[in-house]
């Protein structure tokens, strides 16, 4: 009996290392870089590190910072923004280690970066707003929290990775293990912008819970909610609902 407790202890402990070791490599998986014809490239210098991305829509008053999600090509965006937010300049910034940015991605890193790049633009234009898919509106949200912003839209959001984390690895020790957890959900009460959530009601990544529980923790006066009935977490962007209400919320 002391022989399989030990091993089920040190098989259990061999585990939780193996994890925390990797831990990064199973939260980001950075893209590789795509050149667009036509798309101005931009770059931007951050804590020595140079970010690379896209800006659509160049010389409008008014600018949209996307954050994209894990693993999402971001660049796939472009011609959604140059069609329906003509009247915005949409910049779309690859975090490090992703495309041509430099780096790794770390959440003090993206967190970093993303307030590097606000501050930087933000002069340029009448008012910025932001919009963060998935991974992204962890950052969205933070960037919210810390500057003043027009509009923040948040799709397929969670209340923290480290709740989703804890979804999907129920036996592990994962409070303990985890170095980054995008706690969107502590952010929320230092946002004072109008924002939109929304989420699909099939999301098998993000389970709506931890979307609800967010949305729980904003003020109701300041939220729009858009629940897709039949989006999962990838193919949310291919419905109606999804480019009608991006439009009637960033338009009015």
């Known amino acids: 009996m002391k022989q399989i407790l030990f091993t089920t202890v040190f098989v259990y402990m061999g585990i939780s290392l193996i994890m925390y070791i990797s831990q990064r490599n199973l939260l980001y998986f950075p893209t590789s870089y795509t050149k667009i014809e036509g798309t101005k490239e931009v770059y931007f210098e951050s804590n020595s590190y140079r970010l690379q991305g896209w800006v659509v829509n160049k010389g409008q008053e008014k600018a949209l910072?996307?954050?994209?999600?894990?693993?999402?090509?971001?660049?796939?965006?472009?011609?959604?923004?140059?069609?329906?937010?003509?009247?915005?300049?949409?910049?779309?910034?690859?975090?490090?280690?992703?495309?041509?940015?430099?780096?790794?991605?770390?959440?003090?890193?993206?967190?970093?970066?993303?307030?590097?790049?606000?501050?930087?633009?933000?002069?340029?234009?009448?008012?910025?707003?932001?919009?963060?898919?998935?991974?992204?509106?962890?950052?969205?949200?933070?960037?919210?929290?810390?500057?003043?912003?027009?509009?923040?839209?948040?799709?397929?959001?969670f209340d923290s990775i480290l709740n989703v984390a804890k979804d999907a690895y129920m036996l592990l020790p994962v409070s303990l293990l985890l170095k980054d957890k995008f706690e969107s959900i502590n952010y929320v009460q230092n946002i004072n912008a109008k924002t939109?959530?929304?989420?699909?009601?099939?999301?098998?990544?993000?389970?709506?819970q931890r979307t609800e529980n967010l949305i729980k923790a904003f003020k109701k006066d300041h939220l729009d909610i858009i629940l897709i009935q039949n989006a999962n977490h990838n193919d949310i962007t291919l419905f109606n609902e999804y480019t009608d209400s991006l439009a009637n919320f960033l338009n009015q």
């Not at 939109?196 to 709506?208: C, H, P, R």
Request: net charge neutral.
């Open 65 to 157: 910072i996307y954050y994209g999600g894990n693993a999402e090509n971001i660049e796939q965006n472009i011609d959604f923004f140059k069609k329906q937010f003509m009247d915005r300049t949409v910049y779309l910034i690859n975090y490090r280690g992703y495309g041509k940015s430099e780096g790794n991605p770390t959440q003090d890193n993206l967190f970093k970066d993303a307030l590097n790049i606000f501050d930087n633009i933000k002069t340029e234009y009448k008012t910025v707003s932001l919009m963060g898919r998935s991974l992204g509106s962890g950052v969205a949200s933070y960037v919210a929290s810390q500057r003043e912003i027009e509009k923040l839209v948040l799709v397929t959001p």
């Open 196 to 208: 939109l959530i929304v989420y699909g009601a099939k999301d098998e990544v993000i389970n709506s």
